[in-house]
Each structure stands twice: as structure tokens, then as C-alpha cells.
């Protein structure tokens, strides 16, 4: 299944720490309509960088820079309303600010007022303007734009199914460096959607989607040695990328390993592995892994009766204690 981002992008805020008289340099030209010193301001507080931490503080300035007409106040603004930092949380009052950043030409604020659109958070749901904001996010360099955007064409919501643009906007993502765009266009190269189908471009893919860190990029690699298609089949190699997939946390990676101990391909037949490996997918969710679970604990407890009939009877207590 192809993926598209569902949280909101956050501002990365970069601030060197100064001394206490700078600071009241930075303040003083504040109060004097200096914007950038009072975007300044508001990001010292925000993070407690030579002052003393105060999120309502760093509102109050980011409020007189988005007032001033700067897109950047605007959308830090958006930032402390959505996650209720500084307040209480309010989506109306984000989706209001993160508007008024994406009119501003801040992208991060159209793409995250396209999610508030996606999700109906303080609007209502409206998925013809999620595409919206999406587009306008994309065309303004916001990679997580284009993944979104590409996602909606690829499943036509709000748009009409179009494989071909739903290619393009992964491409460009991609070539960002972005992971989730690499898995999504490998994805499109396995199934020959919006582009011909061709295993060893969706290999290229699946291995760019892995290395950037997306497991179901692992996942789809190892599968692909597992099966030998497009790859010199590598046992040894999927069980590495379902294993690195397995570390994410991801459950289809855990349920694979698993499945590589049950049948010895890649290491030594080990059901206690496979015990190990479905109890961590069953952990994570994943309900196939759970039923082979309880199949493995009935096998174990008909095992342990057999044996228990074949034991003489003075070992018993001992067997018993071991069970």
C-alpha cells in the first residue's frame, strides 16, 4: 500500500545562544518594529535559549510578526495553537494562522492547512482543498506536499485518478531524498502504474526508500531476495533488511523473519526464533502472526503431553518443574 504523511511539519528553529545584554539588544529593536528581532524574541522563549523558557511568551511575540505580515510568525503561530503549546489547543485558530502563512508564501503552511483540510481539524473536511493546499505546498518546494499530492492522484481523492502525475510527484519527492516518495515510486514500477512495470527500477527504489530509513522500503527489498526478482535471490539478505525493518517496530518485518526461521532459509530452522519474531509482530498488531502463535503454543502442549506419557514415572517431578 502506498503511504502519504499525516502529521504536521514542524519549524526547525535554529538559534545561537546569546548573552543577557544581546538579549536586551534584540529586545530593544523589538519594540522599535525591528520584525526579525521579535521572530527573534519569540524563538528564544520558545525554546529557552538565553532567556527562561516561556511558550506563552514566544505566542506573544509570534503574534506581532505574523501581525506585521511576516509568513514565517504566522506559521509558528499555527505550530503552538495545533499542538496546544503555550495554550490551550485550538485547530480553528491554527487552521486560521496556518492560512495566513500559506498566503504568505510559507509552503510548511500549505501543506499542514492541506492536512487540516484532509483531516477536517478545524475545518470542515474538505478533500478538493486538501489537494488545494497540497499543490500550491508542492509548487512552494514542500516535499511532504508532493508525496500528499501524489497520493491523492494515486488513489484519486479529490482529483481524478491519474497514475502518470501521481509518478511524477513521487519522482520529484524523490529526488529530494525523500524515503516514503522512493517506496511509493517503487511501488508504482512494481505494478506498472503510471509507468511500465519493471522489477529492477522498483529494486532501485525499495533500496533508496530502505537506506533513508523507511522500513517497508526493507521490507519489499527483502522480499525481493527472498524471491530472487530482480536480485540474485539472497536469503541472508532478506533476513538482514526484514531484521532492520523489524528494529523499526514494523510488523510485517517481524512476521517475515519469523517466517525465515519456520523454514530455515537464511539461518539455521529455529522455531524459537520464530516464536521470538511472531510474538514481536503479534505485539505490533499484526493478526496472521498472532493465530501462528497460539498454533505454535498448541503444538508445544501436545508435544509436552506425549512426552510426559513416555517419561517414567519417577521423573516426573523433575519434568514437571521444567515445563
Request: negative net charge; hydrophobic residues 35%.
Amino acid at each position: 500500500m502506498n503511504k502519504y504523511i499525516q502529521n504536521i511539519v514542524l519549524l526547525i528553529v535554529v538559534s545561537i545562544t546569546l548573552s543577557a545584554e544581546n538579549i536586551k539588544e534584540i529586545q530593544t529593536m523589538c519594540d522599535k518594529g525591528n520584525v526579525e528581532s521579535c521572530l527573534d524574541m519569540g524563538l528564544k522563549y520558545y525554546i529557552g535559549d538565553g532567556v527562561e523558557q516561556d511558550t506563552k511568551q514566544a505566542v506573544t511575540y509570534f503574534n506581532i510578526v505574523c501581525s506585521s505580515g511576516e509568513a514565517t510568525g504566522c506559521y509558528n503561530l499555527a505550530i503552538m495553537y495545533d499542538l496546544g503549546v503555550g495554550g490551550e489547543q485550538n485547530f480553528l485558530k491554527a487552521t486560521t494562522f496556518y492560512e495566513k502563512a500559506c498566503i504568505g508564501g510559507n509552503a510548511m503552511g500549505c501543506y499542514n492547512l492541506g492536512l487540516m483540510y484532509d483531516k477536517g481539524e478545524g475545518v470542515q473536511q474538505d478533500v478538493f482543498n486538501a489537494v488545494k493546499y497540497y499543490s500550491l505546498a508542492c509548487e512552494g518546494g514542500d516535499t511532504s506536499g508532493c508525496i500528499n499530492l501524489g497520493y491523492k492522484y494515486d488513489r484519486g481523492e479529490g482529483v481524478g485518478q491519474d497514475f502518470l502525475k501521481a509518478t511524477s510527484f513521487y519522482t520529484q519527492a524523490c529526488e529530494d531524498k525523500d524515503a516514503m516518495a522512493c517506496y511509493n515510486l517503487g511501488l508504482m514500477y512494481e505494478n506498472g502504474e503510471g509507468v511500465m512495470k519493471d522489477t529492477f527500477k522498483a529494486v532501485k527504489y525499495f533500496t533508496q526508500a530502505c537506506d533513508a530509513g523507511e522500513a517497508a522500503g526493507c521490507i519489499n527489498l527483502g522480499y525481493k531476495y527472498d524471491r530472487g526478482e530482480g536480485v540474485e535471490q539472497d536469503f541472508i539478505m532478506a533476513m538482514k533488511l526484514y531484521s532492520q525493518a523489524c528494529d523499526g517496530k514494523d510488523a510485517i518485518g517481524c512476521y517475515n523473519l519469523g517466517h525465515m526461521y519456520i523454514k530455515g532459509e537464511g539461518a539455521v530452522e529455529d522455531e524459537f526464533q520464530a516464536f521470538k519474531y511472531f510474538t514481536k509482530a503479534c505485539d505490533a498488531g499484526d493478526t496472521k502472526s498472532c493465530s501462528l502463535l497460539g498454533i505454535m503454543k498448541e503444538k508445544e502442549e501436545a508435544m509436552n503431553e506425549v512426552l510426559l506419557e513416555k517419561v517414567p514415572e519417577e521423573l516426573n517431578i523433575y519434568v514437571n518443574v521444567n515445563i
